[in-house]
């Protein structure tokens, strides 16, 4: 009895101390986090979601670190966003750098976004998820003809055409799943 007063005890200092993000998730959710740290923590933010999900899925905040969203996030990357002009009002913009900050690789307890922190240490920060060492590392096996040539995929960059969770910001090899190619890692 006493040992699980401590238990709930410590459980809800932890709770209070994480804050912001607690409040937007449930408590039940909040005290399983442990479990689900394999990952990358899902997008939370509808805002961000809505603005940066349009031309392609939502990158969760965890698969960059800090200094490259720095990079991305400003009036003039965005205007010039890879040949596209992807500006934001200056009202909308700073909520979302705002969470896509909090949220960044290196901020993160997950274990993928750990892994990217990792890759990206001392390094020049990357523009693209897809330049990370740990990233480039886990698909340098993939024949070009199932990414670029491949009419339902076109770029790495589209995680979510291959990755059937990418949503959840589960990447797990066991939810791949390549168009046009049920059988590519036979
Ligand atoms: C007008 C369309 C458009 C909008 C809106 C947009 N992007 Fe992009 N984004 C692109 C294109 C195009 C690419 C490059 C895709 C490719 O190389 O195939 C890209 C690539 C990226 C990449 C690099 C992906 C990689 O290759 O690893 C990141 C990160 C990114 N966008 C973040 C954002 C964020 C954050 C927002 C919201 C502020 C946003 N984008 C809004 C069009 C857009
Ligand atoms: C053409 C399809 C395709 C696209 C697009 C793609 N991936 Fe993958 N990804 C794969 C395959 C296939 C593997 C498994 C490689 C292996 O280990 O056999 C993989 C593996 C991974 C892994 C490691 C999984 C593990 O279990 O270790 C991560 C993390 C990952 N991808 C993230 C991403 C992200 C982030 C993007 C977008 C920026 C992306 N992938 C885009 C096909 C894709």
């Known amino acids: 009895m006493q040992l699980k007063l401590k238990i709930a005890a410590v459980c809800a200092t932890l709770l209070l101390s994480s804050g912001v993000a607690v409040a937007e998730e449930t408590l039940a959710e909040a005290m399983f986090t442990p479990l689900r740290q394999k990952e990358v923590h899902a997008v939370t933010n509808k805002q961000y979601k809505d603005e940066c999900g349009s031309c392609h899925f ?8 800090t200094q490259s969203w720095e990079k991305l996030l400003n009036e003039t990357a965005l205007a010039e966003h890879f040949g596209e002009n992807a500006e934001l009002d200056a009202d909308v913009l700073a909520p979302i750098k705002a969470y896509v900050l909090e949220n960044a ?11 990217i922190a990792k890759a990206t240490e001392g390094v020049e920060a990357p523009l693209r998820i897809t330049e990370v060492r740990y990233i480039k590392r886990k698909h340098h096996e993939i024949p070009e003809r199932m990414v670029k040539g491949n009419k339902d995929v076109k770029s790495l960059s589209y995680c979510d055409a291959c990755h059937t969770q990418a949503d959840k910001g589960v990447f797990d090899e066991d939810t791949v799943r390549i168009p046009n190619f049920p059988d590519w890692d036979d």
């Open 58 to 65: 939502a990158y969760q905040p965890g698969l960059l670190p």
């Open 105 to 115: 690789a290196d901020k993160s307890y997950y274990k993928r976004a750990r892994k």
